[in-house]
């Protein structure tokens, strides 16, 4: 079976992190690049950890730095969640190698113009990159298969009652993404606040004892620690349900409908709003993510996760 060629793009970010892990681990996708664009943290934290992840887990691929704010809004970065360093835990290698001389949605172009099969984009930050990808080289559009993406809610937020981080970040950017006619994934909080790692499944990737092992189990204590404060049983992994979508299709549930993204508003702005009566009559522009098979996740990276102490990576 020919793998899916893939393009991350990201703001590690634990969770981002971990995706990447999980990705890298894959017999079935074959990542041709990263890129980082500015969220959890500033673009230049963000890119470090960026090349500090691929260190740790062996990926030599290009890597490209986003821009430092969204397309319009003001830049917000997210310290609570994932520390100063934007990957707050254990310590991680320093990096191996250097980013392109090319910014982020260039090297996004270059690498879809380069390839023979149509490339899946897999954004688990804000879409800055993505839609100046898509607004500088729309003759690359038709190149892009699909994207399994990290963002949004179609229940609720988690920035605000409203909306999702990714998206509240740089509404404007994911307004053009959902607008591009691209076959979209969504995995959104709807699934990704059921992707919990509880405490005892640290121990199980813990206990795998390899080096990627050990610091995903700091990661995710790390993570949990922030999100056991607000009340949650596990840390819920979202950026990695975009990965497993496309290495197990089969642990989701989802529903294909139409999503618009609010862009301005009082209490609404981020906000992803899907029409489930069908109101506008128009065709679904997104697969909706709203359920997983929660323990068939876990099981997934954890054997994902295992591959890192049996092959030299
Ligand atoms: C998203 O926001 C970020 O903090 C995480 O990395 C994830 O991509 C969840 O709302
Ligand atoms: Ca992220």
């Given at each position: 079976m020919s793998k899916i060629p893939i393009i991350l793009d990201g703001d590690p970010g634990h969770d981002d992190a971990m995706a990447w892990v999980l990705a890298n681990a894959s017999d079935k996708l074959d990542i041709r690049g990263i890129t980082s664009c500015c969220g959890n943290s500033t673009i230049e934290k963000t890119t470090y950890n960026a090349l500090r992840v691929c260190a740790l887990i062996g990926l030599k691929v290009p890597v490209a730095k986003g821009g430092k704010r969204p397309l319009l809004a003001e830049p917000m970065n997210a310290p609570s969640v994932h520390g100063e360093s934007g990957l707050d835990g254990p310590e991680l290698p320093e990096p191996v190698f250097d980013i392109e001389d090319l910014d982020a949605p260039s090297l996004i172009a270059k690498l879809v113009e380069e390839s023979e099969e149509p490339i899946t984009l897999v954004p688990t930050g804000p879409l800055t990159n993505i839609a100046t990808f898509l607004l500088t080289y729309p003759e690359l559009k038709h190149k892009i298969k699909h994207i399994s993406m990290m963002g949004g809610g179609v229940q609720f937020g988690n920035w605000t009652p409203a909306a999702e981080f990714n998206i509240l970040v740089d509404p404007e950017a994911a307004d053009i993404v959902f607008k591009s006619g691209i076959p979209i994934t969504m995995a959104g909080l709807d699934v990704t606040e059921q992707a919990l790692i509880f405490p005892e499944d640290f121990e199980r990737i813990r206990a795998l004892g390899n080096p990627v092992a050990i610091i995903v189990a700091e990661w995710l204590e790390f993570f949990y620690e922030f999100h056991r404060t607000i009340g949650y049983a596990g840390a819920p992994v979202h950026d990695a349900v975009a990965v497993a979508n496309l290495i197990m299709p089969d642990l989701m549930e989802s529903r294909d409908l139409y999503v618009q993204v609010e862009?301005?508003?009082?209490?609404?702005?981020?906000a992803t709003i899907a029409d489930f009566n069908n109101k506008y009559e128009k065709e679904p522009n997104a697969k909706v993510l709203m359920g997983i098979d929660r323990e068939g996740f876990v099981d997934l990276m954890v054997d994902m996760i295992r591959t890192y102490g049996e092959v030299a990576k």
């Open positions: 862009t301005t508003g009082d209490f609404c702005k981020g």
